[in-house]
T-cell receptor
Framework: DAGITQSPRHKVTETGTPVTLRCHQT?????MYWYRQDPGHGLRLIHY???????DKGEVSDGYSVSRSKTEDFLLTLESATSSQTSVYFC??????????FGPGTRLTVL | QKEVEQDPGPLSVPEGAIVSLNCTYS??????FMWYRQYSRKGPELLMY????GNKEDGRFTAQVDKSSKYISLFIRDSQPSDSATYLC???????????FGTGTRLTIIP
């Protein structure tokens, strides 16, 4: 998975609790992305980062925040998890702005 | 209208058959075209990347782009059970830092 790890790999949480997902890369790539994947919707971009402390919103950013304090780490936080945020979350990295390499994914269930 | 449309399938074909997977797109500004393959419970992986109209071949896989019709295809020859996966088309947008994905077509090759 191109030097990308995601943690945790599985998580079950309750509605209203905060959740943080971590993406870690060893490739020193500039760009990092968070997607969610749901049946019928494919991959949808939540947030992305184009450098340390530089982030921007994707198409489904409501209810999510991100932080990138180091090149290798990109954190996704669900401020107050809802059942609609039950999904599979993928992190991706890119060094040259087009080809993206994906992590193994995190399965999140919000009860 | 979605920027990228892809038939979600599922598609089941017998081993050895030729498979055709397709996407249509609406924005003629897209210049580069990618196909990702995603095995069950794994992250997507880049399969093919093409810049221009016409065909690009890589082993049993051929990517075809028709910019005049805004139509891209992926052909798999001599399909194998190991080709069973979801195939997603992806198109880089302006600046290329973001990808727009199709919803994916789930393919099963029957032995």
């Amino acid at each position: 998975d191109a030097g990308i790890t995601q943690s945790p790999r599985h998580k079950v949480t309750e509605t209203g609790t905060p959740v943080t997902l971590r993406c870690h890369q060893t490739e020193n790539h500039r760009y990092m992305y968070w997607y969610r994947q749901d049946p019928g919707h494919g991959l949808r971009l939540i947030h992305y980062s184009y450098g340390v402390k530089d982030t921007d919103k994707g198409e489904v950013s409501d209810g999510y925040s991100v932080s990138r304090s180091k090149t290798e780490d990109f954190l996704l936080t669900l401020e107050s998890a809802t059942s609609s945020q039950t999904s599979v979350y993928f992190c991706a990295i890119s060094g040259s702005t087009d080809t993206q390499y994906f992590g193994p994914g995190t399965r999140l269930t919000v009860l | 209208q979605k920027e990228v449309e892809q038939d979600p399938g599922p598609l089941s074909v017998p081993e050895g058959a030729i498979v055709s997977l397709n996407c249509t797109y609406s924005n003629s500004a897209f210049q580069y075209f990618m196909w990702y393959r995603q095995y069950s419970r794994k992250g997507p992986e880049l399969l093919m990347y093409t810049y221009s109209s016409g065909n690009k071949e890589d082993g049993r896989f051929t990517a075809q782009v028709d910019k005049s019709s805004k139509y891209i295809s992926l052909f798999i020859r001599d399909s194998q059970p190991s080709d069973s996966a979801t195939y997603l088309c992806a198109l880089p947008g302006f600046g290329n830092e973001k990808l727009t994905f199709g919803t994916g077509t789930r393919l099963t090759i029957i032995p």
